[in-house]
């Protein structure tokens, strides 16, 4: 089980999208993202840091430039509603 905390502002966002968020299972990843009762995607390398976690080690600003690359990076995927890469964006990096 992936030793990541879940954050209140990942969960208020999950619930706004009509979904639920744990921890997940799977040690490389950060969330497993659930619709009613059904896993619908595992999310986010537990290796790397996201949108929260940058905004408390080095500051809004600096979480900013790193969402930016981000989202430069992975474009193509995250616009693919349901996609793994659209939970990653919506969840870990908003």
Not at 21 to 38: C, I, M, R
Not at 77 to 86: E, H, M, V
């Given at each position: ?66 969402q ?21 964006n919506?969840?870990?990096w908003?």
């Open positions: 089980m992936s030793s990541y905390v879940v954050s209140s502002k990942t969960k208020a966002k999950a619930k706004e999208l009509g979904l639920t968020v744990k921890a997940s299972k799977n040690p490389k990843k950060k969330l497993d993202v659930f619709k009613g009762d059904k896993k619908v995607a595992s999310v986010g390398a537990s290796s790397y840091d996201d949108f929260h976690t940058y905004t408390k080690k080095k500051g809004k600003e600096f979480a900013k430039k790193r930016s690359a981000y989202r430069s990076r992975h474009a193509k995927n995250i616009k693919k509603k349901g996609s793994a890469g659209y939970y990653a919506k969840l870990l908003s």
